[in-house]
């Protein structure tokens, strides 16, 4: 589904991003993992095409999306959800899902239709709402609603374009424990037929939904493997848990 | 994001009742008031539609209507074609400037947006200006109106044509309402709230823009093509930067974002304008001063601060707020 | 075309290029450290000349008006300051925009109200009213004059920008006003002082213009769009772009007008166009 080879990333002669390889199966959810810095981030700008890679190509779904823009990527069908809100202020969460579901329907062309009541948009925008769990708030706007909540319109906006790939930049970032459980159950929900890419610091959460688990440090892949190998790896105790005492939780904001 | 409400329909009626009623009953000067109303009117819906609902502030639509009035001119005048034929190559020069405009400037904004409409826009009223095939700064005369008499009616009856100006501006309206309330005005509204997400679910926003200041170009043309026909005489004065701003003036004053806003902001600038210079010669200094009111006050405008007291009194969460002030300023 | 042409050419040049700076320093440096946009800095020049038009005319004296109109201007400036332009710093470009292009209009009409529409000259001084010959042109010293005020100002704040602890300050705001606070910087005070200087310096531009070019009740509005032009083609905010654009448009416009009669009204917007294309950020912009 998604195969990147030999990707480099330089920022003015730091690297950020270093000979990274990787194959993600279609349906497969794979979680990033790796301390601050490690280029997490930046391995999604360059995945949606926000970032020119400085060398190494990435195919999706069979094709070399390399030379693709962060408009044409999105069209294909790559779709993304930030770490930092990144919102359709003063509109409501209808109105956000809307705009995300038209766009992704080529109905930016519609002239003189109206799209809000068209029947069409109107199940995909409930659709991704329950799916996020925001069916009782689509009205409201989304400076009226809790922070959690934001956080779910966050993924609901890139649910809506009905991705083939999605990459979540840390959706519980910031969220409380209860809003975490409600991430845990959206995630495994979502059908099989979405590809997830997800950096996640929370380990709970990340090691119950993960298929395979790939681990950076200063922007190269250190270890690749199941929760289960990677739960038993020296190498990613000592590197991502800085210097290992063992427990998860030295580094689990949440828990 | 652009609502038909039911507070916006009967502000429509009720204004375009009121210019249809005192150009009928009143006398020759008042149907000249009338005309003047619905040019403007025009001018700041296209104006509105571009800044309110596309965070485009453009300081070039007073260029725009020129060019389209221009182009008809020529048409009509130096080439002696029909005039239907004339307006249509008038609105098709407006369109292509402004989308011009728009396709250089979209990666531009706040107010680097705001410095290259007002260069491209000097730019035109420097060309005509110079321009001495075109008359320069005397301008030129001998442009004809449409010829109506099919319909029974002489578009050089004052009373007439102020009507036809009203039908005219309501047909803009109509226009502006539909188009923002298409799958291409959404899309437009979610840009103006926030560029990078609209690019990362895959609208290429600069082309979207382009188009939006093309649409906003082909109503500030018709305004063009009107101005042109009702004094019969164009000069470079049309495109001056000061008539893009006073444009802007009007759409702040009756509200921005808003749609009906900028026709009630005409009505009034007008209306102000000719009872002030009964009094006096300095009228540019109240009008000046209600300008700074009107941003101090807030920015919403007089029909934005109405239609905002209705509808937080009822519900403070409803979807179509008037753009609070802070989300105008980008 | 000989070379006494190009001289002259190059000193009419000059002298615009002068005034030019004068009027887009202040405005760019405002921009620069308080991001505020304002339209009626023009209408502060116009003031200048009409104040030093009067104050001459009341004293006889050319240089008391010299030094007397910028100081008039510097005063209507800040109680602009407080007035207006303080509360406006945070409300965007637009409103800016809105505000500062109402303020014209208000400006204008009081102008009328106090000196009429008609045109008004100001004689040079009488130690400046001669033409000086050289290298076998003359020119009038009037103008010199101009070119050298341009000249020792523009250099002085380069020096004082570059070399100086208030230098340094205004530099460290440009970047980042936040830092510049934390560091003990106190920036609402440094912002009025510097807006202060903007409008004295545009109240001089406009007692210098007036022997030239008379002062007439649209001045402001006609230097206003080749002013805007200097600091966006410079970049918004950086005293060097300010010295770079106003050379640009000064002999741009100058030698167009000369060289390229025909073309020479719209050579000034294409460049614009060109840099806002390529460049946005203006040809040296100011960092942060």
């Known amino acids: 589904m998604l195969e990147v080879k030999h990707l480099s990333k330089d920022f003015g002669g730091i690297t950020v991003i270093r000979d990274l390889s990787f194959t993600v199966n279609a349906g497969e959810r794979r979680v990033i993992l790796g301390p601050n810095g490690a280029g997490k981030t930046t391995l999604f700008h360059l995945l949606t095409g926000v970032e020119k890679a400085s060398s190494g190509s990435i195919s999706f779904a069979g094709k070399n999306i390399s030379k693709m823009n962060a408009v044409e990527r999105a069209r294909v069908g790559i779709a993304r959800s930030y770490q930092k809100n990144n919102l359709f202020e003063h509109l409501t969460i209808r109105e956000n899902l809307m705009l995300a579901a038209a766009a992704a329907t080529g109905k930016s062309r519609w002239f003189f239709r109206d799209v809000i009541n068209q029947a069409d948009m109107k199940t995909r925008i409930e659709e991704t709402a329950e799916q996020v769990a925001l069916t009782d708030q689509l009205d409201l706007m989304v400076s009226a609603v809790s922070y959690g909540n934001r956080r779910q319109l966050e993924v609901g906006l890139a649910l809506a374009t009905k991705p083939a790939l999605l990459l979540m930049d840390e959706p519980t970032s910031g969220v409380g424990p209860a809003m975490i459980d409600t991430f845990h159950q959206l995630l495994e929900t979502l059908p099989r037929d979405i590809t997830i890419l997800i950096i996640e610091h929370d380990m709970d959460l990340a090691f119950s939904i993960a298929d395979r688990i790939t681990v950076l440090n200063f922007g190269e892949k250190v270890f690749e493997g199941t929760p289960e190998d990677t739960r038993g790896n020296p190498t990613v105790r000592q590197i991502y848990l800085g210097g290992g005492d063992g427990t998860y939780g030295a580094t689990n904001d949440h828990a | 994001m652009f609502y038909q409400t039911r507070l916006r329909t009967i502000t429509l009626i009720l204004a375009l009742g009121f210019l249809a009623v005192y150009a009928s009953f009143g006398s020759y000067f008042a149907r000249e008031i009338v005309i003047e109303i619905t040019i403007l009117a025009i001018l700041a819906i296209s104006l509105d539609f571009c800044a309110g609902f596309g965070g485009m502030v453009s300081l070039c639509h007073g260029a725009i209507m020129g060019i389209s009035a221009y182009a008809f001119s020529i048409m009509s005048v130096k080439l002696g074609l029909p005039s239907v034929p004339s307006a249509m190559i008038g609105l098709m020069a407006a369109v292509v400037f402004s989308g011009l405009v728009g396709w250089v400037t979209a990666r531009t904004s706040g107010i680097f947006f705001i410095m290259a409409t007002l260069a491209f826009g000097q730019m035109a009223y420097t060309f005509f200006f110079k321009s001495r095939w075109l008359g320069g700064d005397d301008g030129m005369g001998g442009i004809d109106r449409f010829n109506l008499s099919w319909l029974g009616v002489d578009m050089n009856d004052a009373l007439v044509f102020a009507l036809f100006g009203v039908a005219v501006l309501l047909l803009v309206y109509v226009i502006a309402a539909i188009l923002l309330r298409s799958g291409f005005g959404r899309i437009l509204s979610g840009i103006h709230s926030n560029e990078n997400r609209m690019q990362a679910v895959g609208i290429n926003t600069a082309n979207h823009k382009a188009m939006a200041m093309a649409a906003s170009g082909l109503m500030a043309g018709i305004a063009g093509i009107l101005a042109a026909q009702h004094t019969l005489y164009i000069s470079p004065e049309l495109l001056i930067w000061t008539v893009s701003g006073e444009v802007l003036l009007v759409v702040i004053l009756g509200g921005i974002g808003t749609l009906i806003g900028p026709v009630v902001g005409a009505i009034m600038l007008v209306m102000l304008k000719h009872e002030l210079s009964n009094y006096t010669d300095y009228w540019h200094m109240v009008v000046g001063m209600v300008l700074i009111f009107a941003v101090l006050a807030g920015g919403r405008g007089i029909f934005g601060q109405i239609e905002y007291w209705l509808i937080t009194r009822h519900s403070p969460k409803t979807p179509h707020l008037p753009p609070a002030k802070e989300k105008d300023l980008a | ?288």
């Open chain 3, 1 to 288: 075309m000989d070379a006494s042409f190009w001289l002259l050419q190059f000193l009419n040049a000059m002298q615009y290029s002068m005034l030019l700076f004068l009027l887009s320093i202040g405005l760019t440096v405002i921009f620069g450290l308080m991001h505020f946009v304002n339209l009626a800095h023009a209408s502060l020049y116009m003031l200048g000349a009409y104040f030093g038009i009067s104050v001459s005319a009341l004293t006889g004296q050319f240089w008391l008006a010299f030094i007397l109109s910028p100081i008039i201007v510097t005063l209507i400036g800040a109680i602009l300051y407080y007035t207006l332009i303080d509360r406006m710093r945070a409300a965007g470009p637009m409103n800016q925009v809105l505000v500062t292009f109402g303020l014209i209009f208000v400006i204008l009409d009081l102008v009328r109200l106090g000196w009429g529409d008609i045109a008004l000259g100001l004689d040079a001084p009488d130690a400046l009213a001669h033409t000086v010959s050289f290298w076998g042109i003359s020119y009038p010293a009037y103008r010199l004059f101009i070119i050298a005020l341009g000249l020792t100002i523009m250099i002085s704040m380069w020096v004082v920008l570059a070399r100086t602890q208030i230098g340094a300050m205004i530099r460290a705001s440009v970047e980042n006003a936040d830092m510049a606070a934390s560091l003990g910087i106190h920036v609402g005070r440094l912002f009025f002082v510097v807006f202060c200087f903007g409008c004295a310096l545009a109240g001089l531009a406009g007692v210098a213009a007036a022997p030239i070019f008379s002062a007439t009740t649209t001045m402001g509005i006609t230097i206003l769009i080749p002013t805007l032009i200097v600091v966006v083609i410079g970049g918004l905010g950086s005293l060097e772009g300010a010295i770079a654009g106003s050379l640009i448009i000064g002999f741009l416009e100058t030698f167009g007008a000369v060289l390229l009669p025909s073309l020479s009204a719209v050579l000034t917007y294409i460049l614009l166009a060109v840099i806002l294309v390529l460049r946005p950020q203006g040809l040296i912009p100011a960092r942060g």
